[in-house]
Each structure stands twice: as C-alpha cells, then as structure tokens.
C-alpha cells in the first residue's frame, strides 16, 4: 500500500502516468495540478512516491524538489521527474537538487512502473 | 493484471487538451502581436505561449507524434530565449510562430480524422531555426530596467526571473501597489477550503500576481512552509490578509516608493501592464470575480436549509393530522419553499458565463480555416444572450469547435465547386442559439456544404443504408469510423464526431442530432444542460464494483489491519478499529450494500473510509482505492432509483453508470444503529 | 387502423407494447445496481448518455430468474417525463395490431400477471399480452415530489 502524488498540469498527463502505474498493486493516486499545490499537500501529508513534472505555470519542478530536500521529514521521498527533450539544462538543476530518477517523454508504461517499483521496494528494503 | 497499458487510449484525451492548448496558444500569441505592434514587451504572453507549446510537445511524444514534437521543439527555442530577454521577440517572430501553430493544428485535426500527422514542412523548421539565431543574438542587449529596489530577502529574490522582476518595479503606477503576501498553509486551513489553489483565486481577483515562492522553516502554528506571494495590486492589506485566510497572513509592500518616483526607461509608459490584465475583469465596471468554491459552498449551506425545510413540513403535516389550524402555516411554508427555489436560481446564476463568450474563439478558428483550407468561408454567430454553467461551457467549446471545423474542413465546397453548383461562392457556417427551456439550451451548428452522403458513409461502415438521420449520425458517431481510410472528403463528416458525442451525450447528458440534405448542407443540433454539478470524488472498488464518494464527504483514509480488529461479543459481529486511541465501528460496505451477503464477517477490505455519521466516526470497508478525480454527478431522478445514500451517478469512462454514495446516509439507512452505539461503548473498554 | 406494437417475450409468453411509448430496445451488457432499490430493479444503464434505470421483467412477474443471454435485450419505453428501461428475454419484432383486437384479459391471466396485462389479443394462433407499463414501473406509487 503506498500513496503516490502525481504532479502535472496537463490533466491527460496525470491520467497517463497513473494508467502507467496502475497494474502496480496497492497504489493510491492523488493529483495535484501545480507544483504550489504538490508543495502544499506534500507538506500536510505523507506520500511514499512523487511524479513531478517539470514544467508548471506557477513554480517548477526543481523548485518542488528544493523543497522537498529541504525538509527532513521528506528527505527520503522517492521523486521521479518527467521530462521533455529541451528539458536537459532543468534537468541536470534536477538531479543537483536531488530527484530520484528521470523520464523523459516519451517513455513506456513499462519503463515508468519498473522505475517506481524499484524506487518502492527498494525504499523498503 | 499486466503492465499493458496502450498510451494510444489517450488520443481522444489528448487531442481535446491539445484542443485547450492551442486555443491558449492562439490567444496568447495574438495578445504579444498586439503589444509588439506598441513596441511594447509582453513577458507573461511570452511565457504563457512557451508554456502551451512545450506541454503540447511532451504530450505528443507521449502519444508518438513526432511532426508536433519537431515543429514545438522549435517554437519553444524561440520563445525560451524571448523570455530570457525580459519577453522580447522581433516582430519578424509572428508569423513563423503563427504558422508554427496553424501546422500543429492541422495535425491536431489530422489525427482526430484517424489519419496519422503530415510530416513537417521543409521550409517552417528551418524559419524557425532562424529565430532561434536571431533571438539569441538579440537576446544580450535588452535592458532590464531593475533600477527600482525589491525589498525582498536575496534567497527570495534571486528566484525571479528578470522579466518577473521588470514586472513588479515597473508595475507600480498610481494606487497600484507592489506587495508580498504571506501565506501558511494548514491541515486545519485545508479542511476549511484555504488552500494555496484558493488563496490564489481569490487574490487574483484583488490584482495580478506576478509569482508565488515557496518557503521553508518554521511558521506561527508550528509549520514547516510559508507561501510567498508576490502581487501588484490596488487592493487594502485587510482584503489581501482575508484572501490568505486572516493572521498568520501578512502583507509587506515589496516596491520601495522612492526609487519608483523615477519613470521608467525607454519604452515603458505607465499604463503598459494594463495591457496584460485579461480583457473580462475589466470588461465592466460592475464585475466580480468569484471563486467557484465559494458558490459550491453556498449551495451547500442552501441544501442543508432544503432539508431542514422538509423536516418543518412533515412537523406541519403531523399538526394538520391532528387536527389542528395550519392554513397560515401551511402558506408560509409554500411561500417559503418558493423562496429557497428562487435563492438557488440566484446562486447558481452567478456561475453562469454567456454563450457568446464562450464562442469568442470561434471566428479566429475560422479565420485560420479559411487560410488553411483556401475555402471562402463565412461564420455567423446568431447568439442570443442565453447563458450556461461555466462548466458545460467548458466542455461544450471543444465540441462545437470540432463541429465548425469538421464543416469547413470537409462539408464546404471549394469556391469552383460551389459556383458549378449555383451556390455563392462564400459558404456559411451558422452557430446559433435557440433559447432555453426547462434547464436546457438548444444550438445548432449548420453549413450550406454538400450534406452528408449516406450511401458512402454505410458503404465505408460496410453495413446496410441507414434509414434515419438518428441511423446515420450513430454510424457517424462510431468509435474510429473515420479511420477506415482517407474517404472523408466523399462522405463529408466523421472527423472525431465520436469525441462530439462523448461531450454532449455522455459527459453533459445532452442530446446531438443531425439533419442532412445531399448538395444543400447539414445540421447540427445540440441540446445541453444549462449546468452540470461537478464533483471531486474519491473512486474505489468494493465487491468488484467502482463507486464514487465526494472527497469533501471523507475524514480520512485509512489501511485496514485484520490482525489489530476488535471484535466483541455480543456488539452483533460488528468490528471495532483503533483510531487515536478511540474506537471506531468498521462497516464492511460490500456488505452494507447487500453484494456479499454471504461473506465472512472478516471480509472486511484492505482500505476504509472514515465518515462522520450525525457527528460519530464510522469507518467503512472498502477493497481497493482507484483515485482521485473530477466527476460530472448526474443526479437520479426516477423513483425507482432514488434511494437514501446514493447521490448520483457518474460516467467514468467505461459507458456504465458508476454509483455516487453518500456513505453517512447509507450507513444510517441501512446499518444498524444501536447496535452500533453499544458496541462502541464496549469497545471503548476492550482496547483501553 | 392499426397500431404498430414492439414484441418481447418473458418465460415464454409474448407481451407487446406501443411501439409510439419506445424509444429504442438495447442489448443488455449488465447493469449497476442500486442498493436500496426494489428487488425489480435490475440496476442502472446508460443509454445514449441518459442514465435510467431497468425493470427486470420475470423479477417483476414473479418468475424465477434466468441467466442472461445474447438476445436480453432492454425496452426503453417513455411514460411522460420519466424513462425506463425492460429487461426481457428477447424482443426481436414489431406487430401491427387494430385496436379492436385488443380484449380484456382473461382472470386468469390477470392473476398470472400480477396484474400487469391490460389486454390480450389474438394474432393468428398467438396470444400476445397488452402490458400495462405504468404500473410495472410503479408508477402508482409515484410520490407528490416526483414531479420536477
């Protein structure tokens, strides 16, 4: 059983990348359409994996990173961060900011579940 | 089950938000030309529109359309290095980014005709690329204008970018004021609809908000984030600390006055930012934005006085049976319930937007047609003032916009042809309006084209002629009908009229018919609820099926451990939970539902719903959680179905209506209460 | 004159209503069930958008159940404001019928019928029943507030 936030605003985004996650069993899906609303949720509560897109109208996905780096309680969390190419600059401030693991659009339903299947069960082990 | 998830499912998804995406991009694009035109920066405009097309390509690889991917890989360069010079972009930018978008949009519509997209033009990448150049050669010798002062600590201000910044110090003219509004957020806040998504929109109505930065450590409360607003507005400190939900909030001024006296460089006239504020808040004088929350909220506290009214009628009902004079009271009460109807109308008016609004975008659209199509081309608008619920008109816009497209594109001549026939040269597509009734609003959408050829149309779908108009439209409206082959242009319709009906049938309720003559043109007419009731509803399954509940409704959510379950005797089977040290009765909703009857009294889920029930917790056994999501409730009005605990139903996508409880009133409705009661004062002692 | 009428059969027996009350017949793919709802109440379609709910005909008769088959199909009549659907074991053709032909129903088939034949008529050497859609759908129970 783990909760996972998914933050995009695309809304077909979300729906892909928790149809992606889907066959994983137990998850629980909540969206949030900003990189401000997944700051403000993260801080309320707690999730066992972030998706984080990169690019939001209000504040980035980096900066959702930074924030979640900077607190102890979410230090752990498990983040992976969706891409576009064009992105490489963003995500390279990513990684430095400490993001978990990367995809870049397009990827595969079965490449994004085995990541989040890695980063679950090995943040369990 | 497998990992076999086929992102191609998401075509028609994709294609209504590209639909949104292009319609941002559009008028963004517009609104730069507009400014640029003034010699005038428009930094927002800029970011905007790099916004739209960078979404637009991540979600086209998503779904493999490598022609989108290359032409918004580009566009997007263009516009990245624009915002980097304070959202400056060389006039000569328009048009190759107009084109840029007017060539998306016709793949757009190529795949929503079930065709794959056309490769890029030869010419289009490399103008762009030439953009690309020039910008950046450009990009160096643009003057910020950060003559002006922030008073705002370095870790926070180092976090705008040059075009924000240039915003803020030059943004204050006359009573507009530069402020930072503090916001902390809370789990309590939260629970009573303060949340930064609200606390934007209600600033948003006082002025412009420039940028929001999170910030972390301690807050007042024992928080751990802070949000940063950064607002150019005419509002007072008192409405801005009231829109972040009172104390703790705060507000500083940001724009040291002083350093403000001096105009600003060059080309910057007080008054330029105006030009940025969306035309509709300043439209007229007395308008009001108002966050759609806030209505919901009066809507619930009307329905909590519905039902309150329903008791004193029953009470009154009870007096009259026994006898007593109630005539006076019984005029008062229908008076009263006249009243309670009239409030609701009233209420539900203010959500209500114009349909001539919501059709704006309808002659632009047109327009780009009329160039890509080379047709001659005429849109007449015949709109009343009717007005609709802001969330059909939401939906109903991409549906008409696939109509008027699907008209010009494929049911009007080209001028040659129309002239062989006798026809002006010019066609007309008609979108009108033709008043309300009983809560719904009627449209057509209409063309002078070629009609629809039936016959082609039932011999591409290889079944027998159609009879009715009902038959061929249901031919039309078939999932994919248009992908068979490239015939369209014989046949005259089919482009993702199934994505149509989704909207207006299955989504809205509504109801779409066509009337079609050969070489003499078609209609279309639409009929739609005037609202809808929208719902952010938590999904999960339970016995199999997927039911809906109202977040809103749900306290908490939470696994369900067998091994840690109370069951004490003689509480009637029923199982007690431990939560914050006070026990909780668990229903197994399959159960409560009659669909396991035969279950073991353990069965009782992996996951519950915590709802309170007349003030009590009551936690209710569910299988499995799906998600969270936005539903359209559709209410039940047959008696035969209308039952306590269930609110509506909702369509989740899968063409069979999925239930929407209220878990409270099921539980009072079917569970057994009492018994209940008991077993949690027993249980109480069991687990101290 | 003669009216045109939709045929169905339930266990057996041919039943047929105006065909000016359908609005269209569906195959049946299953339907939601409403908890709550009377036991007739097989549940919960969508059909063409409309969400309505569906009368399983042998629950109404009072006859025993059946698994459901390719040729279930639901009747989707309209009586005033409301729509209902029919779940019926099959319903594959229309009969023209005069009014004239049209009798009273035998008491026996009054009484085998729950009261839910309003007439019977003789086609041929077939005995097709009349039923009377109001009351399967209950509407005699419809309360003052179902009005809206």
Known sequence: MAEVLVVDDSKVMRDMVVACLRPYPGLTFTHASSGLEAIERLSLQPYDLLVLDLNMPDIGGIEVVEFVRGQDRLRELPIIIVTTRGDEASRARALAAGASRFMTKPFTPDAILAEARGLLEGGRA | MSASVDLADFLPAYLAEAEELLGTGHRQLLAMEVSLRRGVAHPRAVRELFRAVHTLKGLSAMVDVEPIVDIAHWMETCLRNADRAGGRLPQASVEPLMEGLREIEQRVRQLAAGKSAAPVPAGLLARLEALEVAGAAGGGGVATGGAAALALEEALASRLSPAEREQLTTGVTGARRAVRLDFIPGADRAASGTTINTVRERVASLGETVKVLPLSGPTVGGGSLTFVLLVLTEASDAELQEAAGGPPASVRPLVVPATAEAPAPGLEAPGVLEEEEPEESRRSGGTLRVEVSRLDEALERLAALVVNRSRLSRAVAALTAAGAPTRELNAILQENARQLRDMRTAILRLRMVRVGDVLERLPLLVRGLRRSTGKAVRLALDVGDEELDKAVADRLLPALVHLVRNAVDHALELPEARRALGKPDEGVVRVATHGRAGGLLDLTVSDDGRGVDAQAVAARARVPMPATPDALLELLCRPGFSTRDAANATSGRGMGMDIVRRIIVEQLGGELALETRPGAGTTFRLRVPLTITLLDALVFECAGLRYAVAVGSVEELIEVDAARLARPAGAGGLCLLERRGSAVPLVSLARLLGLAPGAAQDAMGAKALLVRQRGELVAFGVDRLVGQQEIVLRPLEDPLVRVPGVVGATDLGDGQPTLVLDLAALGLARGGKPSRREASAKAERYLS | ?148
């Open chain 3, 1 to 148: 004159m003669t009216v045109l009428h939709v045929v169905f059969k339930v266990a057996g027996a041919e039943y047929v209503l105006p065909a000016a009350d359908v609005l269209q017949m569906e195959s049946f793919t299953g339907a939601t069930p409403v908890p709550g709802a009377a036991p007739h109440v097989a549940g919960l379609v969508q059909v063409r958008g409309r969400v309505i709910p569906v009368v399983d005909a042998r629950a109404r008769f009072g006859l025993p159940p059946v698994e459901r088959s390719l040729d279930s199909r639901v009747v989707v009549a309209q009586l005033g404001a409301r729509v209902v659907g029919l779940l019926v074991d099959s319903a594959r053709e229309v009969l023209k019928l005069d009014p004239q032909q049209l009798k009273p129903p035998p008491s026996l088939v009054v009484e085998g019928a729950h009261g839910f034949v309003k007439a019977v008529a003789q086609v041929g050497p077939r005995l097709v029943m009349l039923i009377d859609f109001p009351r399967v759908i209950g509407e005699e129970t419809l309360d003052g507030d179902g009005q809206r």
